[in-house]
């Protein structure tokens, strides 16, 4: 384990090396991947450090009591060296999970989609209650949620919603909410009284930066049209919408939250890029077979990952079996602990695999 921290090391420092050098901080597309490695080493350079100090400590507390013939210098230096062989263990356990290789996307904004499935307008109204409670997790996570697209439910919410969620370690996060959402409650519009089963397909990708992927002009098609739906006046009066079509893939993005058409434009072709990104990035994750169960792209309520259970208050996670008692408090945003319970289980696996 100490070589491996002191190979990591030595690497952080030659990236800072590197990054104090002038062909390199011209070159912006290098000099941004090389910020990011070395943001992205800082824990585990602050964990060599410290455990290389408590090693140093213990290795001085033993040779005390190899040499000291005082009984109360010796008796502080077995009550020091049983605190710190305390404290490796725990430390080592810690730089275990800080060694497992990360998601390289983990640091990246996500953009996510939520889906009305089976249930129809049921479904949709779903779909929006998704959507409020991720907005209010973003607000408790001081993120920032831009809406890209959305299509209205017939009774509420949503038939579909496309959104951008911007901050710190973003994607690593909401990554765990990709999958089948079901939900298990009395509609609005039930005479009855009966609980009705319904779903909403949840997406979430990492957002794609323009040094990720680079675009041919000549193979991007440009439509622009007029805006529908809400915003005022300037609504079918403007041509501000905007339309790209990816030539050699066949990938279509529109936007049209912004009267601006250049400021449309500008976030079509970011949405473009992660669209482009995804195609890579799916390829990456059928690599990891331990994750495929938490991305699920359709609204089939075949393959669920979360079932919200409304007469019984209940959620349940059934990737890890995890279960919660307080389902508006979750539906507030407050989904923290299943996420975190999810990254726990994550790690875990990751460890098991890294050790076998």
């Known amino acids: 384990m100490l070589d491996k921290l002191k190979e990591i090391y030595i ?134 949620v831009e809406v890209s697209d959305f299509n209205e439910g017939t009774a509420g919410g949503y038939k579909d919603i496309t959104f951008t969620v911007s901050g710190e370690g973003v994607y690593g996060l909401l990554k765990y909410e990709s999958g089948v959402h079901r939900v298990q409650r009395v509609p609005a519009t039930e005479t009855q009284g009966r609980v009705h089963t319904s779903a909403a397909g949840v997406v979430v990708l990492p957002e794609a930066e323009e040094f990720d992927v680079e675009l041919n002009p ?31 893939t066949g990938i279509v993005v529109s936007m049209q939250d912004q009267k601006s058409q250049i400021k449309n434009m500008e976030k ?37 990952v979360r079932t919200y259970n409304y007469p019984q208050s209940r959620v349940t996670d059934h990737r890890i079996g995890w279960s919660m008692h307080n389902l508006p408090d979750f539906m507030d945003g407050n989904i923290e602990e299943c996420i975190e319970a999810l990254q726990l289980a994550e790690n875990a696996e990751k460890l098991k695999a890294s050790v076998g």
């Open 11 to 144: 690497r952080y420092q030659d990236i800072e090396q590197q990054m104090n050098d002038p062909q390199v901080t011209s070159d912006m597309k290098r000099y941004v991947k090389l910020s990011k490695d070395y943001k992205d080493l800082q824990p585990v350079v602050k964990a060599y450090k410290e455990y290389s100090n408590l090693l140093e400590s213990i290795a001085e507390c033993r040779e005390l009591l190899e040499t000291e013939k005082d009984q109360e210098l010796r008796e502080m230096a077995k009550e020091e060296l049983a605190t710190s062989l305390d404290r490796k263990e725990k430390m080592e356990e810690d730089i275990r999970i800080l060694l497992i290789p990360a998601d390289p996307t983990d640091s990246k904004n996500a953009v996510v989609e939520i889906r009305g499935g089976t249930g129809g307008d049921e479904a949709c109204i779903f779909a929006g209650d998704l959507f409020r409670m991720y907005t209010r997790y973003c607000e408790k996570k001081h993120w920032k």
């Open 218 to 248: 000549a193979d991007i098609k440009k439509e622009i049209f007029c805006a529908s739906g809400p915003g005022g006046q300037s609504v079918n009066t403007t041509y501000s919408a905007v339309r790209l079509t990816h030539i050699p």
């Open 268 to 304: 079509a072709m970011a949405l473009l890029r992660t669209r482009l990104y995804e195609r890579e990035y799916n390829k990456y994750m059928e690599e990891m077979s331990s994750k495929r169960k938490t991305m699920v792209a359709t609204g089939d309520r075949s393959e669920k």
